[in-house]
């Protein structure tokens, strides 16, 4: 490979990437998602598990940049997680990127981050945090950008072989594991110019039927976090 840095290429001489999440019933939100990850300009590939079949219309109409999943079984199952997990199976091939559908990536964002990745872990056996602009730092592992190689390691430690994410968790949470998981493990770099606005209601953002769905089961995913917090155990680590 040749010099992330290389200027002759807008990618930097950098693979393509696949960016995942989950999205249900947010029309609004998800379109100014892919929009901002096409006019990065990076050769990226969308992959979203569509939780509904409005959802799966818009993701069709990005041919050639976004793939969508649709299970009626997984969709029965509460939250995002079950989605997640679904998509990252299905669809990702590649390093990848997770993400939400209220986010909004910054014009060289992907650049950035695919940048890190190859300087830090050439290999692709490593992780970038991005830089979440509205908020704190202490949450810059929400949204990892994870080299192939590190997803494949990571996912053989599981037994069976996956998921992704902690499958307990309903819908809150699972990230925040995963990010404590990454700590860890210590493989990781934040990349303060990799810039996201992660637009969540308790940060400037609106409420909407994803957050009112997930706020229904939110007691059940504190109870599971606390409860693997005291008995010191991490998805990943501690696969209990």
């Given at each position: 490979?040749?010099?992330?840095?290389?200027?002759?290429?807008?990618?930097?001489?950098?693979?393509?990437?696949?960016?995942f999440?989950?999205?249900?019933k947010?029309?609004?939100?998800?379109?100014?998602?892919?929009?901002?990850?096409?006019?990065?300009?990076?050769?990226?590939?969308?992959?979203?598990?569509?939780?509904d079949?409005?959802?799966?219309?818009?993701?069709?109409?990005?041919?050639?940049?976004?793939?969508?999943?649709f299970?009626?079984?997984?969709?029965?199952?509460?939250?995002?997680?079950?989605?997640?997990?679904?998509?990252?199976?299905?669809?990702?091939?590649?390093?990848?990127?997770?993400?939400?559908?209220?986010?909004?990536?910054?014009?060289?964002?992907?650049?950035?981050?695919?940048?890190?990745?190859?300087?830090?872990?050439?290999?692709?056996?490593?992780?970038?945090?991005?830089?979440?602009?509205?908020i704190?730092?202490?949450?810059?592992?929400?949204?990892?950008?994870m080299?192939?190689?590190?997803?494949?390691r990571?996912?053989?430690?599981?037994?069976?072989?996956?998921?992704?994410?902690?499958?307990?968790?309903?819908?809150?949470?699972?990230?925040?594991?995963l990010?404590?998981?990454?700590?860890?493990?210590?493989?990781?770099?934040?990349?303060?110019?990799?810039?996201?606005?992660?637009?969540?209601?308790?940060?400037?953002?609106?409420?909407?039927?994803t957050?009112?769905?997930?706020?229904?089961?939110?007691?059940?995913?504190?109870?599971?976090?606390?409860?693997?917090?005291?008995?010191?155990?991490?998805?990943?680590?501690?696969?209990?």
């Amino acid at each position: 490979m040749s010099n992330p840095s290389d200027s002759n290429n807008p990618a930097g001489s950098l693979p393509p990437l696949d960016v995942f999440c989950a999205s249900y019933k947010r029309p609004d939100k998800l379109p100014k998602m892919i929009e901002s990850v096409i006019a990065t300009g990076y050769p990226a590939r969308i992959c979203v598990s569509a939780g509904d079949l409005q959802t799966l219309e818009t993701c069709a109409r990005y041919p050639g940049v976004v793939d969508a999943v649709f299970s009626t079984d997984v969709n029965r199952k509460t939250g995002c997680t079950a989605p997640l997990n679904l998509v990252h199976r299905e669809l990702v091939r590649r390093d990848a990127l997770f993400c939400t559908d209220d986010l909004i990536f910054e014009p060289d964002c992907l650049h950035n981050a695919m940048r890190a990745l190859y300087t830090h872990f050439p290999d692709t056996d490593g992780v970038i945090g991005l830089y979440d602009a509205n908020i704190p730092d202490d949450y810059a592992l929400a949204f990892p950008l994870m080299g192939r190689r590190f997803q494949e390691r990571f996912i053989r430690t599981l037994e069976p072989a996956g998921p992704l994410f902690f499958p307990g968790y309903f819908h809150m949470f699972n990230d925040s594991e995963l990010g404590e998981t990454l700590k860890h493990l210590g493989n990781w770099r934040h990349e303060p110019t990799a810039r996201i606005h992660h637009y969540h209601p308790d940060f400037g953002g609106t409420m909407d039927k994803t957050h009112s769905h997930a706020l229904t089961f939110r007691d059940h995913d504190e109870r599971l976090w606390y409860s693997r917090r005291t008995r010191g155990v991490l998805w990943g680590i501690d696969a209990a």
